[in-house]
Nanobody, 120 residues
Framework: QVQLVESGGGLVQPGGSLRLSCAASGSSASIGAMGWYRQAHGKERELVARITGNGRPYYADYADSVKGRFTISRDIAKNTMYLQMNSLKPEDTAVYYC???????????WGKGTLVTVSS
């Protein structure tokens, strides 16, 4: 089993920045790819960014809406994934969820989410 805990959400003004963290514990050696998803009120959950887990170099993919503004990264030694969010817009307001995939079984693990609110 893998446990994921997100942190770093909060209220920020448009144009501001936030850095989200996702700390993994438990069977963290089983984790392959990881990603950030978000779900805005009344909308479906969507992929924000994803990073591979098969060793360096890591490859990252981004939703078109966040390309050039968000950066995903991971620190294997700390079992932690990050999402640096710059130039935030009101439409980025959502609950952000951490996701990890078991590299042997493809089971997906989810955190409980952290709320990001972009508002003046």
């Amino acid at each position: 089993q893998v446990q994921l805990v997100e942190s770093g959400g909060g209220l920020v003004q448009p144009g501001g920045s936030l850095r989200l963290s996702c700390a993994a514990s438990g069977s963290s050696a089983s984790i392959g790819a990881m990603g950030w998803y978000r779900q805005a009120h009344g909308k479906e959950r969507e992929l924000v960014a994803r990073i591979t887990g098969n060793g360096r170099p890591y490859y990252a993919d981004y939703a078109d809406s966040v390309k050039g503004r968000f950066t995903i990264s991971r620190d294997i030694a700390k079992n932690t994934m990050y999402l640096q969010m710059n130039s935030l817009k009101p439409e980025d307001t959502a609950v952000y969820y951490c996701n990890a995939e078991n590299k042997w079984t493809s089971i997906n693990y989810w955190g409980k989410g952290t709320l990001v609110t972009v508002s003046s």
